[in-house]
């Protein structure tokens, strides 16, 4: 796809170009904190991240949406109708997304969007979205993405990948979606720099030093893994908190709940955790993973493990490396990984 | 309990918390008379309060 | 700190070796600057994974909660006084307990470290009172009184107050401090102005419970934001809600609060709740002379009926 030149002097004017077509969101910081926000008439994303503390999966995915309303008022001749809830899926585009980020979006569209069932709520929102990536030239020490199917150019889930180069952006268009955007910007002047764009992906490649052990893990037995003795180990300081559930981009778990006030009701949906004990509890009150090593053997096994079985398309992690920075007590994906791929390649080797 | 919620900024004289004996009906009374003065004069109560759930 | 460390690693040992534990609960290093994760180590040749920095700020009573081993644990003062309120509230028993005291110079705050640091963290070193902080671009020296944690830089309880060993000798308690002064300063508020400012202090609550996770007082099987049979409080992201959480949270430490700063540390955007249990802190220590965990002899303030409690409530 063609790749146009963006001289900055032109950027203000042709984010103000799209807010007729778009409604857009961006990083902005707040309190010392990047977070993607709506962004108001004339405001600008803030594109000095590295990355923002939370993920951008509540573009598509907010922690609480509601589904349905419903009516309790006995003279309301269509009480109690679960009534589809009035939702704004007028076109969006999000500015300034980072590669592992959009990759992780197609990952949860792999549990939204299946031959079977199609999330309507999620599809909307996400096809209603155009996704501007911005390519990564300084990751955080914490970035892992090269070796997670991923990377600080990755290209997949984007519409457009912007490339900084100080006093112009480089904006390759991925889709059609990607190319009319750029369009209706007024962004037009076509630029030959796919050799610039591919150096300067080599080098924030290379840049990326931290990596994620998972060659053996398709190979490796599911059982020998659930079984393998690390757990109460790795899950010892765990406090089970959702912090890394709902930093994750990739974490797609939610819990239905209404709620009713006086004669108006409401059913909505809002992000679980599979760290939090009630997670898994039965209507009979059983719990079958009542304990904490369960819930933390869970959460990396559906990661790395039965992601990887269920769908062969690589593990349910894009190398944020969110859950890395943001756990209160420091347990880190990188070294549960390395240990179930070590156990995985011995296991091999045993055979 | 009072005052962790007056902190949170409910008004002081929207909780009121006392001890009466069932012997003294005057005083429980008078009380219920002093609590309710002050409550209507403040007007209904819009902290802590969730008239239908704030949802995207 | 390195020789806290050796004497924790020989303590450690020592316990085990000796069978006088069957398992030492303390630190090892992080994988992340300014991060340390706790863990347990249950062989005497394990024990060199123990360490002891400024990095400890998790109360590791929290790990202590109904276990039946004999245990060997790692304890500062705030530590220390969550595992008297452990004991007095049954939660384990003095016995099955070897208490490892640890003089605490308090705590650093990776977050202020982090807002001051020029550029990405890449390690964090301290020598002598001083911090060291190294990012791609300049090494910068802070004074770590400067960059403690909040509730470290107030603390009056550094020393354990209850131990069978001790790693060091007592440091000098902090006398110069006033713990309560930002309690002081929402106190002179108006209560519109006290509801704004918690309705925007909590507004970047995710609801991720990790302060409520991170405190040893907060054992209960079920909590009350998980109960659906009533079901006390939404589970969405409305602020009564939030608020209704954070309140009650608070509320349930009442007279059990040490201040030690693990909720504040816990959580991922940074939301300083302790403006609320310092609050009930301060209410205990005013209205009955109170501060929680320095004794395993006395009952709770809210236990225990003294004839002077304060009744001003009384119409």
Redesign the interface.
């Known amino acids: 796809m063609k790749v146009i030149k963006i001289e900055k002097s032109q950027w203000s004017q042709g984010l103000d170009n799209l807010r007729d077509a778009f409604r857009l969101f961006g990083p902005v910081i707040e309190k010392g904190f990047y977070d993607y926000r709506e962004l108001a008439a004339g405001q600008a994303p803030d594109l000095s991240f590295q990355n923002t503390r939370l993920s951008p999966k509540s573009l598509v995915f907010p922690q609480s949406e509601t589904m349905l309303n419903y009516s309790l008022d006995p003279a309301d001749p269509e009480r109690n109708i679960m009534k589809e809830a009035p939702k704004d899926y007028a076109p969006r585009a999000v500015i300034g997304l980072r590669p592992c980020d959009a990759k992780a979006m197609v990952l949860v569209k792999m549990n939204f969007d299946t031959e079977e069932y199609q999330d309507p709520y999620w599809l909307n929102l996400y096809n209603a979205t155009t996704f501007v990536g911005l390519a990564c030239d300084a990751p955080c020490g914490t970035c892992f993405c090269t070796s997670a199917g991923c990377g600080p150019y990755h290209e997949e889930g984007l519409d457009v990948l912007l490339t900084d180069r100080d006093d112009h952006y480089l904006a390759k268009a991925l889709t059609d979606k990607g190319a009319q955007l750029l369009e209706k910007a007024g962004w037009t002047q076509a630029a030959d720099a796919d050799t610039i764009i591919e150096k300067a992906k080599q080098a924030a490649e290379a840049k990326v030093t931290s990596k994620i052990e998972t060659d053996g893990l398709r190979a490796a037995d599911t059982m020998a893994l659930y079984n393998a003795g690390f757990w109460d180990d790795v899950a010892f300081a765990c406090i089970n908190c959702g912090t890394c559930t709902f930093s994750c981009p990739t974490c797609w778990c939610f819990d239905i709940q209404d709620e009713a006030y006086r004669t108006k009701g409401v059913r909505m949906r809002n992000w679980d955790s599979c760290m939090f004990p009630i997670f898994t509890v039965h209507t009979t009150g059983h719990n079958p993973r009542d304990t904490k090593t369960q819930r933390v053997r869970q959460r990396f096994m559906h990661k790395l493990k039965y992601f990887v079985d269920k769908y062969d398309q690589g593990i349910m992690c894009v190398g944020c490396g969110r859950c890395v920075r943001q756990c209160p007590v420091n347990i880190d994906i990188r070294k549960v990984s390395a240990l179930m791929n070590a156990l995985s390649v011995q296991a091999r080797c045993a055979v | 309990m009072k005052n962790l919620l007056e902190h949170m900024g409910m008004e002081p004289d929207r909780l009121h918390f006392s001890w009466i004996s069932s012997a003294e009906s005057t005083k429980f009374v008078a009380v219920v008379n002093q609590i309710t003065a002050k409550v209507k004069a403040l007007g209904p109560n819009q902290r802590f309060v969730k008239k239908a759930a704030k949802v995207a | 700190m390195s020789t806290y460390t050796d004497k924790i690693r020989e303590t450690a040992q020592r316990l085990l070796k000796e069978c006088k534990v069957e398992m030492v609960i303390g630190f090892r290093k992080?994988?992340?600057p300014m991060?340390?994760?706790?863990?347990?180590v249950r062989s005497p040749e394990e024990v060199d994974q123990l360490i002891w920095d400024s990095n400890c700020g998790?109360n590791l009573a929290?790990?202590l909660t109904n276990r039946k081993e004999k245990i060997g644990i790692v304890a500062k003062g705030c530590d220390s006084r969550n595992i008297v309120t452990h004991i007095v509230e049954n939660k384990i028993a003095r016995e099955q307990l070897v208490i490892i005291g640890v003089p605490c110079l308090g705590m650093i705050d990776k977050r202020k470290i982090a807002?001051a640091a020029d550029g990405?963290i890449?390690s964090v070193t301290e020598a002598d009172g001083q911090v060291m902080v190294k990012t791609a671009q300049a090494t910068q020296t802070f004074a770590k009184s400067d960059v403690l944690q909040g509730n470290c830089s107030v603390c009056t309880h550094r020393n354990p107050v209850i131990h069978d060993e001790m790693i060091a000798e007592p440091v000098p308690e902090q006398t110069d401090v006033d713990p309560y002064a930002d309690?002081a300063e929402?106190?002179a508020m108006t209560?519109?102005?006290?509801?704004?400012?918690?309705?925007e202090l909590l507004a970047?609550c995710?609801?991720?419970?990790?302060c409520?996770?991170?405190c040893p007082l907060c054992y209960c099987p079920?909590c009350f934001v998980?109960e659906s049979k009533p079901q006390w409080v939404?589970?969405?992201?409305?602020?009564?809600?939030v608020?209704?959480f954070h309140?009650l949270r608070?509320?349930h430490c009442?007279g059990r609060c040490t201040d030690c700063g693990a909720c504040q540390?816990?959580?991922?955007?940074?939301i300083n709740m302790r403006l609320?249990t310092k609050?009930?802190n301060k209410?205990c220590l005013e209205l009955y002379g109170w501060e929680a965990g320095l004794s395993t002899e006395t009952r709770p303030a809210l236990d225990d009926y003294q004839p002077n409690d304060p009744?001003n409530?009384?119409?």
């Open positions: 992080g994988s992340q991060m340390n994760e706790p863990c347990v998790i929290n790990y807002a990405e890449l309690v929402i106190d209560p519109e102005q006290r509801h704004a400012f918690f309705e970047p995710i609801r991720c419970y990790a409520r996770n991170a079920t998980d939404g589970k969405g992201q409305d602020p009564a809600d608020r209704t309140f608070a509320y009442a540390r816990a959580c991922p955007v940074g609320l609050k009930l209410d009744e409530f009384i119409h």
